[in-house]
Structure formats: structure tokens, C-alpha cells
């Protein structure tokens, strides 16, 4: 081998069908042509959603969002009961798994040992990785008798002025509900509040505790508040899951389409009833009320996931250019 | 330009050579002519387009979304900017090496050496292990690898590594080599070895290499370009630009009053 | 007290809060699988994996078709959604400035956000309503919508992560693109895409959801993709609600079942990577974010 014997070949090789540049532009053709199709799936998806349920848009209109009576038999069907008990029971497992999850992703992040933090963060995921039959068949047979014998009681005992803590409870209801939908979304939120808690230079922290703040006020000081829109986004995103939760929640919130101020009673929402009757319904109207409620709680998931991905995003551009 | 020069044959030439990302003109106009089995280095302040320079040579800057060159870079004599000229077949025939060593991660020392000629087609073993052989003793790393061919690339150290990187490209004997601060991210002791290395390769090639390491390129090149934000300030002898340059720009530069 | 005794005091009981939550976070987990090895796992023998399940009253009885239906349709899903779910992935880490690959991002932002019973009407639509049966076709389908987001997902982050000189390394020899995509970036990082590719799968294994109207379930073993087919999942559910003691306990075994197989594919899966993927895919987003800031930051 010495340089004479460099030889040049600059345009195409004829042992190949195409030139490198066309092999280069199918392979990205193809590749464009996958991304398309996944983008038609989820546009025929709200295409077919809407057709379904047009019969029901046009039998019923605003009213469907409006009223809440609810008859498979009579044919009159009003969704403001489904609406309310997703957004009640959603509601109340924020309140919950939020403030829960941010200190879990407090101590994991910032307390504890390396390792131990590892194998907590691992656990945590462990629980998104049950599925939520699980949580259904635990919820049915472990929580509510749970919460019919011991927290519902101790709540009317001790908040009972309040009308939502009024009433008996059957251990199956929005309560029950709630706390399951709680327990599934703490994950979701605990590993992102982590990784938002992760991107906090050290070097604050470390300015923090070099003024005399204790760990407490450091966090407070340093991660905590400089975190907040992340948390928001993550705690956002926690709700969109608790919304379109089906299985564990159909399993335990009763399946009563009636709006009661006590989160006791049994309630229903919209992925429950889609979930207990869409197999069993005949008639052409009840199938398009039920793809009616598909389509509300599509709208709701999408803003909701809409805002949080905005939130993140925000966020995220906020800590790029810092 | 110079006597010495007009002798020797050309391997590459660029002329009036300029190069964009999106509206950032990058590279402005340059016209070099490189002599066979030389070393060439070029200089000049960080984001003086240097690199940019050196990619365009075998067209890959062009890969970079919203990069786009024009102008005329004659390779032995043929525009390698011609209409006609596949870029990814041109990129067969120069050889290149990066700043940070990038052997394959998934790829043993041996296949690494190899793959391009595996492109080309030759698959007969025999003759691949004699490749990789002559390469790596060319690269100055076949005693230290003889015996563990395949071990992954990356299980090398750092200026390993980038031996492997100088082997992998000379695998299919390319007219010209490509080095984009080749010893930047190497500790002295393996800068030094890549630096002999270079010396020994210049019997074969022509290098060109880009530095920010002036008393390398004084080391090391035959001839120096110098750059300051996309243009060619000067071109020559390394032993001029670095003891009696012509321009004022060039003396403030090599003297370390300017960048 | 003196208010700095005050303040370590507020330390103190945050501390303590602290240690309390990630407790009370935890508690659920643990009651959970000793609930279901107490119930679940006593009630597993051999048949439950070897028969069908027998008519109410009678002893015996097993899941087979269950757990061969959820293997079968999960497989549906994965040959469906894996390639296209990589592509888009590969689509997403190579080619992601364009306005396609910004409106394929959105897409698949969505696709994960949207519950996974809407899935279910839309392949009962798509499938079920026009072939005029509930199937395995469907199940699968709509199993396959599950898997998609998650697989693309994991894809483009794993392929972001891959420094951008290794593919001008593969674009300086002369490859072509689409084989330094795959010869060399893909084939590199094989192992990683397969995890993320694994947990998508365990994820869809446990979907109870878009499976209830569209591979309906069946009491029967079934291998026609046309007809109806029994899961796990499903199976779990028609039992739980049902009055029978005896089929309640078949639910609990089923539920230790299926909890196995999917934290057994879940964990295994991370192992096979390496420690440092423990923290699952946060730990890549975060070294990813934290280049990002680098790059901006120079």
C-alpha cells in the first residue's frame, strides 16, 4: 500500500440499486411514512370517537354535560353525574398523593444515602408497575372494608359538621375510590418531582446551608421553591392519570350515577361507566352516549395533559436558559 | 507562493470555499492549495471556523441540519463539490479523525479497524486481519492490541483510542487525512505519541490537521493556515508563519497578543 | 425557647415527616403483595396453569386459557406496535427538528395521556363493530396502541443520549445514514431499546381495560384470532365481581399470577441493563437534560 495507488471513486458505485443519496432519502421517506401513520391513528381515532357519538351530540346536546339523569332502559342520558365523580375523586387524590409524593421525592433526593434512595426509587416504581386489576381486586377486598370500618367513622367523628363527611359509609364509594386512585398516581408524581429536584444545581443548596439555613429551610429555600412550576406540571400530570384511571376505580366507587355531597356514598365516572356497560348495551343510543362519555373524558384528558405538558415545558425552557 | 510548493503535486485544493448554519456565514471564502505528503495545520482563535473548514473538506458538514457550503474542493484533481459526486462515496476516500476519540461502542478493536473496507465489500477474513494488522502497526497500536483483538473499542484508554481511531481510518488508504484537534482531549504523554505518529503518517498522506495548540503545529506542520472568523488571514511555511509572518493579525496571534 | 432552637425543632419534624412518608408511600406496596401472597399464592397448584376453568360448584379448575389468551394477544400487540413504536423513536432521536417529528412528538404525548378504556372503544369501532365479534384481533390491537407511546418514548431518549461525533465517526467513513442509524447507533444500544421495549410489554400485559369490549374474554382455550379470548386481566375482573367464593380465590391466584409475570419482566428487564438504569428512565432523562444545559450553558 503507498499513496500512488489511491484511487478515487466519487459518484455512484454501480454495484448498488440506488445511490447512497436515494437510499438516504427512501430510509427517511420510510421512516417519515411511520411517523404519518401513527399521526393519522390518533386523528381517525377522534374522528371515529366523534361520528359514533354524533347521534347522541344531536339527541341531547349540551344537556348531556348538563343533566345527570342516566337511563339505559328509557333512553335519556345526561353525564354530569360521571363528570362530577371523575372530577371529585380525581380532585381528592391529588389532594392526597401531591403532598405525599413531593416529600417522598424530598427524601429520596435530598436525604437519603445513594443507595438507600436507588432502592426507595425502585419500590416506588414497583407500585406504577402493578396494574390496576390489582389495585381493583385489593381495593375491593382490603380496602373498603378499611375505610367502612375504621376511616369513615373516624372522619364523621371528627369532621362530621362537614356535609361531605356525612351519611354511612358501605366501604365501596368515592372515598374508597379516591384513596386508590391516590396510591396509583404517587409514583407518577414522586419520579417527576425527582427529576425536577435533580436539575437544582448543588450549588444553591450548598449557598443555602453556607447561611446558617438548616436542611429544613434548605430544601424550603433552595429546592422547593425554585422547583415549584415542575411540581405544579408534575402534580398536573398525576391528574391526568387519575382521571382516565378505569379498572380500580369501576371496582370500588359503587357505580351509582347520582351526584351525593358525601364522599361516602358510591358514586360513578366517566371511564367506570364505559367500563360496566358498554359490552352490554344494544341499543344505538346507549352506544352513542356511552362513546359521548369517551369523547368528554378524551376533551378533559387532552387540556389537562395539554397544560402539563405546557407547564413542563415552560419550566424546562426556564431552567435551559438559566 | 512558495517554490518549494509549485513542485510538489497537489492532493487537495479549495477555492473560494464558504460554508453556512442557517444564516451564520462560517466560513468565508477560502483558497488553499495542499502539497502531497505533507502535514498542513490550521490555526486560529475558538470559533474562528476551523472545524467548520476541516468538515467541508469531506462534506460532512453538510449533515449538520441547516448547514449548507459552496465553492470548489479539488480532490486529486476532481471537485468533490460536483454535481455528479455522491458525498457519502467521497467520505470513503478521506479519511477522518475527531476531536474526542469515538471508537464504536459496540464494535471490537478489530471491527472497528475494518468497517470501512466491510462497506466496500471485502468480507474475506484473511485479508481483513491483514488490514487491520498493517493498520495498527501504521497507527503505532498493534503491540498493545495484538493480543486482544476483541476486546470492545472502548475498553481502551483515551489516547488508545484515538490510535484506534487514526487505524479504523486508514483502513481503506484514503489520500488524505482529516484530524479535527486530534490531541485536545488527551493528556501530554499520548499527545506526544499521536504527534509522532502524525510524522510517521505524513510518509503516506497528507495530513491536515486542525489545532488550537500553536507550538504543535509549529512542531509538527509543513505549511499553516491561519483563520480569524471565517477568513484565511495567511497560508505558508510553518517556519514563516511562526517566526516572520507577513500579516499583523498573524504576529499578534503567534505571539499570544490577540485570542 | 430560643428561635434557633425553634428552627432546629421545625428541622427536626420535617426530618421526621419525611422518614413518615416515604413509609406511608410504601405501605400500599407491601400490604399489597402480602395480601396477595397470603390469598393468592395459597390458593395456585398445578392445575391452575393446566386446565380451563370448571363450571361453578365444581372443584378444580384452572386459568390456562387466560394465560395463554394474554400472551397471545399481548404478542399481537407487540408485533403490531414494536416496529412501528422503534421507527418512530428512531424518527424521533435522528430526524427531530422537522415539523413532522414536532407533530409526532404531540401525537404520542397523547397517545400515552389518553385512558386506555377510550382505546378500547375506538378498536371495538375499528375492529370489533364491522366483523360483527368481539376477537383476539381487537384485544391485541388495542394492546398495541398501549405499547406504541411507551416504546417510542423509550426509544428517542435512549438514541438521544448517543453523542452526535460517534455518527459523524460512522458519516466520516462513508456510511450512508440510514445504516449509521442502524448498523451503528441501533445495533449499539440494543440492549437498552429491548428494556424499554420489556416494560412497554409488561405494561400492556396488565391492561384490563381495553380488553373488556374487545377480546371480550371465553371460558373456553381459544387460538382463532377471530374469536373472542380470555386474559388474565379480564378474567380477574369477571371473577372478583362475582358472588363465588370459589371463583374469588381463583381471582386472588390469578392476581399473584399476573403480578409476577409482570414485575418479573419489569425487574429483570432493568438487571439486564445495568445498575445504573435502577432509577429506570428518570436517570437518563436527567443526564440528558443536564448535556442540554451544558451545551446552553457554553
Not at chain 2, 505571539?255 to 485570542?259: A, H
Not at chain 3, 428487564?269 to 432523562?285: C, P, Y
Given at each position: 500500500?503507498?499513496?500512488?495507488?489511491?484511487?478515487?471513486?466519487?459518484?455512484?458505485?454501480?454495484?448498488?440499486?440506488?445511490?447512497?443519496?436515494?437510499?438516504?432519502?427512501?430510509?427517511?421517506?420510510?421512516?417519515?411514512?411511520?411517523?404519518?401513520?401513527?399521526?393519522?391513528?390518533?386523528?381517525?381515532?377522534?374522528?371515529?370517537?366523534?361520528?359514533?357519538?354524533?347521534?347522541?351530540?344531536?339527541?341531547?346536546?349540551?344537556?348531556?354535560?348538563?343533566?345527570?339523569?342516566?337511563?339505559?332502559?328509557?333512553?335519556?342520558?345526561?353525564?354530569?353525574?360521571?363528570?362530577?365523580?371523575?372530577?371529585?375523586?380525581?380532585?381528592?387524590?391529588?389532594?392526597?398523593?401531591?403532598?405525599?409524593?413531593?416529600?417522598?421525592?424530598?427524601?429520596?433526593?435530598?436525604?437519603?444515602?445513594?443507595?438507600?434512595?436507588?432502592?426507595?426509587?425502585?419500590?416506588?416504581?414497583?407500585?406504577?408497575?402493578?396494574?390496576?386489576?390489582?389495585?381493583?381486586?385489593?381495593?375491593?377486598?382490603?380496602?373498603?372494608?378499611?375505610?367502612?370500618?375504621?376511616?369513615?367513622?373516624?372522619?364523621?367523628?371528627?369532621?362530621?359538621?362537614?356535609?361531605?363527611?356525612?351519611?354511612?359509609?358501605?366501604?365501596?364509594?368515592?372515598?374508597?375510590?379516591?384513596?386508590?386512585?391516590?396510591?396509583?398516581?404517587?409514583?407518577?408524581?414522586?419520579?417527576?418531582?425527582?427529576?425536577?429536584?435533580?436539575?437544582?444545581?448543588?450549588?444553591?443548596?450548598?449557598?443555602?446551608?453556607?447561611?446558617?439555613?438548616?436542611?429544613?429551610?434548605?430544601?424550603?429555600?433552595?429546592?422547593?421553591?425554585?422547583?415549584?412550576?415542575?411540581?405544579?406540571?408534575?402534580?398536573?400530570?398525576?391528574?391526568?392519570?387519575?382521571?382516565?384511571?378505569?379498572?380500580?376505580?369501576?371496582?370500588?366507587?359503587?357505580?351509582?350515577?347520582?351526584?351525593?355531597?358525601?364522599?361516602?356514598?358510591?358514586?360513578?365516572?366517566?371511564?367506570?361507566?364505559?367500563?360496566?356497560?358498554?359490552?352490554?348495551?344494544?341499543?344505538?343510543?346507549?352506544?352513542?352516549?356511552?362513546?359521548?362519555?369517551?369523547?368528554?373524558?378524551?376533551?378533559?384528558?387532552?387540556?389537562?395533559?395539554?397544560?402539563?405538558?405546557?407547564?413542563?415545558?415552560?419550566?424546562?425552557?426556564?431552567?435551559?436558559?438559566? | 507562493?512558495?517554490?518549494?510548493?509549485?513542485?510538489?503535486?497537489?492532493?487537495?485544493?479549495?477555492?473560494?470555499?464558504?460554508?453556512?448554519?442557517?444564516?451564520?456565514?462560517?466560513?468565508?471564502?477560502?483558497?488553499v492549495?495542499?502539497?502531497?505528503?505533507t502535514i498542513n495545520a490550521v490555526i486560529g482563535?475558538?470559533?474562528?471556523?476551523?472545524?467548520?473548514?476541516?468538515?467541508?473538506?469531506?462534506?460532512?458538514?453538510?449533515?449538520?441540519?441547516?448547514?449548507?457550503?459552496?465553492?470548489?474542493?479539488?480532490?486529486?484533481?476532481?471537485?468533490?463539490?460536483?454535481?455528479?459526486?455522491?458525498?457519502?462515496?467521497?467520505?470513503?476516500?478521506?479519511?477522518?479523525?475527531?476531536?474526542?476519540?469515538?471508537?464504536?461502542?459496540?464494535?471490537?478493536?478489530?471491527?472497528?479497524?475494518?468497517?470501512?473496507?466491510?462497506?466496500?465489500?471485502?468480507?474475506?477474513?484473511?485479508?481483513?486481519?491483514?488490514?487491520?494488522?498493517?493498520?495498527?502497526?501504521?497507527?503505532?497500536?498493534?503491540?498493545?492490541?495484538?493480543?486482544?483483538?476483541?476486546?470492545?473499542?472502548?475498553?481502551?484508554?483515551?489516547?488508545?483510542?484515538?490510535?484506534?481511531?487514526?487505524?479504523?481510518?486508514?483502513?481503506?488508504?484514503?489520500?488524505?487525512?482529516?484530524?479535527?484537534?486530534?490531541?485536545?482531549?488527551?493528556?501530554?504523554?499520548?499527545?506526544?505519541?499521536?504527534?509522532?505518529?502524525?510524522?510517521?503518517?505524513?510518509?503516506?498522506?497528507?495530513?491536515?490537521v486542525?489545532t488550537?495548540?500553536m507550538?504543535q503545529a509549529a512542531?509538527i506542520a509543513d505549511y499553516t493556515s491561519f483563520l480569524?472568523?471565517?477568513?484565511?488571514i495567511e497560508h505558508g511555511l510553518s517556519s514563516q508563519i511562526f517566526?516572520?509572518p507577513?500579516?499583523?493579525?498573524t504576529?499578534?496571534?503567534v505571539?499570544?497578543?490577540?485570542? | 425557647?430560643?428561635?434557633?432552637?425553634?428552627?432546629?425543632?421545625?428541622?427536626?419534624?420535617?426530618?421526621?415527616?419525611?422518614?413518615?412518608?416515604?413509609?406511608?408511600?410504601?405501605?400500599?406496596?407491601?400490604?399489597?403483595?402480602?395480601?396477595?401472597?397470603?390469598?393468592?399464592?395459597?390458593?395456585?397448584?398445578?392445575?391452575?396453569?393446566?386446565?380451563?376453568?370448571?363450571?361453578?360448584?365444581?372443584?378444580?379448575?384452572?386459568?390456562?386459557?387466560?394465560?395463554?389468551?394474554?400472551?397471545?394477544?399481548?404478542?399481537?400487540?407487540?408485533?403490531?406496535?414494536?416496529?412501528?413504536?422503534?421507527?418512530?423513536?428512531?424518527?424521533?432521536?435522528?430526524?427531530?427538528?422537522?415539523?413532522?417529528?414536532?407533530?409526532?412528538?404531540?401525537?404520542?404525548?397523547?397517545?400515552?395521556?389518553?385512558?386506555?378504556?377510550?382505546?378500547?372503544?375506538?378498536?371495538?369501532?375499528?375492529?370489533?363493530?364491522?366483523?360483527?365479534?368481539?376477537?383476539?384481533?381487537?384485544?391485541?390491537?388495542?394492546?398495541?396502541?398501549?405499547?406504541?407511546?411507551?416504546?417510542?418514548?423509550?426509544?428517542?431518549?435512549?438514541?438521544?443520549?448517543?453523542?452526535?461525533?460517534?455518527?459523524?465517526?460512522?458519516?466520516?467513513?462513508?456510511?450512508?445514514?440510514?445504516?449509521?442509524?442502524?448498523?451503528?447507533?441501533?445495533?449499539?444500544?440494543?440492549?437498552?431499546?429491548?428494556?424499554?421495549?420489556?416494560?412497554?410489554?409488561?405494561?400492556?400485559?396488565?391492561?384490563?381495560?381495553?380488553?373488556?369490549?374487545?377480546?371480550?374474554?371465553?371460558?373456553?382455550?381459544?387460538?382463532?384470532?377471530?374469536?373472542?379470548?380470555?386474559?388474565?386481566?379480564?378474567?380477574?375482573?369477571?371473577?372478583?365481581?362475582?358472588?363465588?367464593?370459589?371463583?374469588?380465590?381463583?381471582?386472588?391466584?390469578?392476581?399473584?399470577?399476573?403480578?409476577?409475570?409482570?414485575?418479573?419482566?419489569?425487574?429483570?428487564?432493568?438487571?439486564?441493563?445495568?445498575?445504573?438504569?435502577?432509577?429506570?428512565?428518570?436517570?437518563?432523562?436527567?443526564?440528558?437534560?443536564?448535556?442540554?444545559?451544558?451545551?446552553?450553558?457554553?
Open positions: 500500500m503507498n499513496s500512488s495507488s489511491h484511487k478515487l471513486q466519487l459518484s455512484g458505485d454501480k454495484k448498488y440499486l440506488l445511490s447512497f443519496k436515494s437510499q438516504d432519502s427512501l430510509s427517511k421517506l420510510l421512516l417519515r411514512s411511520v411517523a404519518w401513520t401513527v399521526i393519522g391513528l390518533l386523528t381517525i381515532m377522534i374522528i371515529l370517537l366523534t361520528r359514533e357519538s354524533f347521534i347522541a351530540i344531536e339527541e341531547f346536546g349540551l344537556e348531556f354535560i348538563t343533566t345527570s339523569y342516566w337511563n339505559p332502559v328509557l333512553e335519556e342520558f345526561g353525564g354530569l353525574a360521571f363528570i362530577y365523580g371523575t372530577l371529585v375523586t380525581s380532585f381528592i387524590a391529588i389532594l392526597l398523593a401531591a403532598p405525599l409524593s413531593i416529600l417522598v421525592a424530598l427524601f429520596i433526593q435530598e436525604v437519603c444515602p445513594d443507595w438507600i434512595g436507588k432502592t426507595l426509587g425502585l419500590l416506588v416504581e414497583m407500585i406504577a408497575a402493578i396494574p390496576s386489576i390489582v389495585f381493583g381486586l385489593w381495593g375491593l377486598f382490603f380496602l373498603a372494608p378499611i375505610v367502612r370500618e375504621y376511616i369513615a367513622p373516624f372522619l364523621r367523628q371528627t369532621f362530621g359538621f362537614l356535609p361531605i363527611f356525612q351519611g354511612p359509609s358501605f366501604g365501596i364509594g368515592v372515598l374508597t375510590a379516591s384513596i386508590i386512585l391516590a396510591i396509583m398516581i404517587v409514583p407518577t408524581i414522586t419520579s417527576l418531582c425527582r427529576e425536577v429536584f435533580k436539575v437544582v444545581p448543588s450549588h444553591q443548596r450548598e449557598a443555602a446551608l453556607a447561611l446558617g439555613a438548616t436542611r429544613f429551610e434548605m430544601m424550603k429555600i433552595a429546592v422547593f421553591s425554585p422547583s415549584l412550576s415542575g411540581i405544579i406540571g408534575a402534580s398536573v400530570l398525576g391528574l391526568g392519570r387519575a382521571l382516565g384511571e378505569t379498572m380500580a376505580v369501576a371496582m370500588v366507587i359503587g357505580n351509582s350515577p347520582a351526584i351525593v355531597a358525601s364522599i361516602f356514598a358510591p358514586g360513578a365516572t366517566l371511564a367506570s361507566v364505559i367500563a360496566n356497560e358498554y359490552a352490554e348495551s344494544t341499543s344505538d343510543m346507549h352506544v352513542a352516549a356511552l362513546c359521548l362519555i369517551g369523547l368528554v373524558l378524551f376533551v378533559i384528558t387532552f387540556i389537562v395533559n395539554f397544560i402539563a405538558r405546557g407547564v413542563i415545558w415552560h419550566y424546562t425552557r426556564k431552567q435551559g436558559n438559566r | 507562493m512558495n517554490e518549494k510548493q509549485t513542485e510538489q503535486k497537489v492532493t487537495l485544493a479549495t477555492k473560494d470555499l464558504h460554508a453556512w448554519f442557517d444564516d451564520f456565514h462560517a466560513v468565508k471564502g477560502i483558497s492549495e495542499y502539497p502531497e505528503k482563535p475558538s470559533g474562528c471556523g476551523k472545524s467548520t473548514y476541516l468538515r467541508c473538506l469531506n462534506r460532512i458538514h453538510e449533515e449538520v441540519p441547516g448547514a449548507k457550503a459552496s465553492g470548489e474542493v479539488s480532490l486529486l484533481g476532481q471537485n468533490i463539490y460536483a454535481p455528479h459526486v455522491d458525498p457519502v462515496e467521497l467520505r470513503r476516500n478521506i479519511g477522518m479523525v475527531f476531536q474526542k476519540p469515538n471508537p464504536f461502542p459496540n464494535m471490537t478493536i478489530f471491527e472497528n479497524v475494518v468497517i470501512g473496507l466491510k462497506l466496500q465489500g471485502y468480507s474475506k477474513k484473511s485479508y481483513l486481519l491483514e488490514v487491520a494488522e498493517h493498520c495498527l502497526k501504521k497507527a503505532a497500536l498493534w503491540e498493545e492490541v495484538k493480543d486482544k483483538l476483541n476486546r470492545p473499542g472502548t475498553s481502551l484508554s483515551g489516547g488508545q483510542q484515538q490510535r484506534l481511531c487514526i487505524a479504523r481510518a486508514l483502513a481503506v488508504n484514503p489520500p488524505v487525512l482529516l484530524m479535527d484537534e486530534p490531541t485536545s482531549a488527551l493528556d501530554p504523554i499520548a499527545s506526544a505519541k499521536i504527534e509522532e505518529l502524525m510524522t510517521e503518517l505524513k510518509k503516506e498522506f497528507t495530513v491536515i486542525v488550537h495548540n507550538q512542531r480569524v472568523l471565517g477568513e484565511l517566526t516572520n507577513k500579516e499583523q493579525k504576529e499578534d496571534y505571539t499570544g497578543r490577540f485570542g | 425557647m430560643s428561635y434557633l432552637q425553634y428552627r432546629k425543632l421545625k428541622n427536626i419534624l420535617f426530618l421526621g415527616s419525611l422518614y413518615m412518608s416515604a413509609l406511608i408511600a410504601l405501605l400500599p406496596l407491601f400490604l399489597i403483595l402480602q395480601y396477595l401472597i397470603l390469598k393468592g399464592a395459597t390458593s395456585l397448584n398445578l392445575d391452575f396453569f393446566l386446565h380451563d376453568p370448571s363450571p361453578v360448584g365444581e372443584a378444580g379448575g384452572g386459568m390456562r386459557h387466560a394465560i395463554v389468551g394474554t400472551l397471545y394477544m399481548v404478542g399481537i400487540g407487540s408485533l403490531i406496535s414494536v416496529p412501528i413504536g422503534l421507527l418512530c423513536g428512531i424518527y424521533l432521536a435522528e430526524f427531530g427538528r422537522g415539523k413532522t417529528a414536532k407533530i409526532l412528538r404531540f401525537t404520542i404525548d397523547m397517545l400515552t395521556g389518553i385512558p386506555s378504556i377510550i382505546i378500547g372503544i375506538f378498536a371495538y369501532i375499528l375492529i370489533v363493530a364491522p366483523l360483527q365479534s368481539f376477537s383476539a384481533l381487537a384485544g391485541g390491537f388495542a394492546l398495541s396502541i398501549i405499547i406504541l407511546p411507551i416504546v417510542t418514548r423509550s426509544t428517542e431518549e435512549i438514541l438521544k443520549l448517543v453523542p452526535t461525533h460517534i455518527r459523524e465517526a460512522g458519516l466520516a467513513l462513508g456510511l450512508p445514514r440510514w445504516r449509521v442509524i442502524f448498523q451503528i447507533i441501533v445495533k449499539g444500544n440494543f440492549k437498552s431499546l429491548i428494556t424499554g421495549i420489556m416494560l412497554a410489554v409488561s405494561r400492556a400485559a396488565g391492561e384490563t381495560a381495553p380488553l373488556l369490549f374487545t377480546a371480550f374474554g371465553n371460558m373456553y382455550l381459544n387460538f382463532q384470532i377471530s374469536e373472542p379470548m380470555a386474559s388474565l386481566p379480564v378474567q380477574i375482573y369477571t371473577y372478583a365481581i362475582s358472588p363465588f367464593d370459589q371463583w374469588q380465590e381463583q381471582a386472588w391466584a390469578a392476581a399473584f399470577v399476573l403480578i409476577t409475570i409482570v414485575l418479573g419482566i419489569n425487574l429483570v428487564s432493568r438487571a439486564l441493563v445495568n445498575n445504573k438504569m435502577i432509577i429506570g428512565q428518570s436517570k437518563r432523562v436527567i443526564n440528558h437534560t443536564r448535556l442540554i444545559r451544558k451545551k446552553k450553558g457554553n
